[in-house]
């Protein structure tokens, strides 16, 4: 299932790190993503509606590839597997949400930022992480720089990824996928402005075809 999950993340390549404030949004924004072509969306576990969000879009899109972000404790892991979640994606490297995400065969993607942290991921069996906050933590040459000790290892940027560097880390072999917002600004979702973000997600998907064709 692990392996499976990492394929589709590489294929979809730009994963949507989604905040949604109230459930109703979801479906709208499911398919407008679908429609631009980025069939899948990391909800991030910020606000209230997280749980509601990711059991609409689970259920509305069954083909869209539906997980959780921000996950800082096994409740919220539980709760979003529980609506539909099939990953679950961490802003940190926290020993015990991760163990215990392994131990109910949740595929959980931790996020790192030091080799530390890195060889502790891989400790546990883990050959995919999130390296956040991406562009503050020293971009695609420090992920460079510590992929060559760690050659297993793979990589899901997060954290000022944007449409004019997304092409620069998604040319690298060892990133499987990037994290996104500029897609799903929080200002297009208050004005209901869904072709917009539909636009903006073609625009994303166009990228990945033409840096992975």
């Keep these: ?43 991030t576990f910020r606000t209230d509606a997280a749980e509601e969000v990711i059991r609409i879009l689970s259920h509305d899109f069954p083909d869209m590839l539906v997980g959780a972000g921000t996950v800082l404790t096994c409740e919220q892991a539980d709760k979003a597997i529980a609506a ?23 595929p959980v993607t931790p996020g790192v930022q030091t080799p530390g942290e890195m060889e502790q991921a891989m400790e546990l069996g883990l050959d995919f992480v999130k390296f956040f906050p991406a562009e503050p933590a020293g971009g695609l040459s420090m992920i460079k720089a510590v992929a060559a000790p760690y050659t297993k290892l793979k990589f899901m940027p997060t954290g000022g990824i944007n449409k004019e560097n997304v092409k620069d880390y998604l040319a690298y072999n060892k990133i499987v996928a990037c994290g996104g917002t500029w897609m799903v600004k929080g200002d297009l979702i208050s004005d209901g402005d869904f072709e917009k973000i539909k636009e903006l997600t073609h625009e994303a998907a166009e990228i990945v075809k033409e840096v992975r064709a």
């Design 1 to 43: 299932m692990y392996e499976e999950l990492k394929t589709k993340f590489e294929e979809i390549g730009i994963i949507p790190v989604v905040v949604l404030e109230d459930a109703k949004d979801a479906h709208a924004l499911g398919q407008a993503l679908m429609d631009g072509g980025l069939p899948a969306a990391e909800v």
């Design 84 to 106: 539909g979640a099939k990953f679950i994606v961490a802003p940190g490297f926290n020993p015990h949400v991760v163990k215990h995400c392994i131990e109910k065969g949740y």
